[in-house]
Nanobody, 121 residues
Framework: QVQLVESGGGLVQAGGSLRLSCAAS????????MGWYRQAPGKQRALVAA???????NYADSVKGRFNISRDNAKNTVYLQMNSLNPEDTAVYYC???????????????WGQGTQVTVSP
């Protein structure tokens, strides 16, 4: 059973920074891709950023140049450094892991429980 545990959300003023972390636990051999999605009230969940096991990254246009995603494959952990935050970044941020290989299974997708990020004007 793979579990994703997120940390690092909170309240910050516009222009500030936050760093989110997400650690995958379980008997994991590898994870093809890890990423962050967000969902604001009344909106659909959408990709923020993702990084493959080889280090290739993908960002939503709205966060390019402000957010940076990285991962530590040895720790099965992904990070999201968020800078120059604005109120439009307010949302619940969800960690995602795709293509998870464990000792006995392959899991297509796994989600964290979500962490709230609130940016005040």
């Amino acid at each position: 059973q793979v579990q994703l545990v997120e940390s690092g959300g909170g309240l910050v003023q516009a222009g500030g920074s936050l760093r989110l972390s997400c650690a995958a636990s379980g008997s994991i051999f590898s994870i093809d891709a890890m990423g962050w999605y967000r969902q604001a009230p009344g909106k659909q969940r959408a990709l923020v950023a993702a990084v493959t096991i080889s280090g290739r990254t993908n960002y939503a246009d709205s966060v390019k140049g402000r957010f940076n995603i990285s991962r530590d494959n040895a720790k099965n952990t992904v990070y999201l450094q968020m800078n120059s935050l604005n109120p439009e970044d307010t949302a619940v941020y969800y960690c995602n892991a795709a293509g998870i290989r464990s000792s006995s299974t392959w899991t297509a997708n796994s989600w964290g429980q979500g962490t709230q990020v609130t940016v005040s004007p």
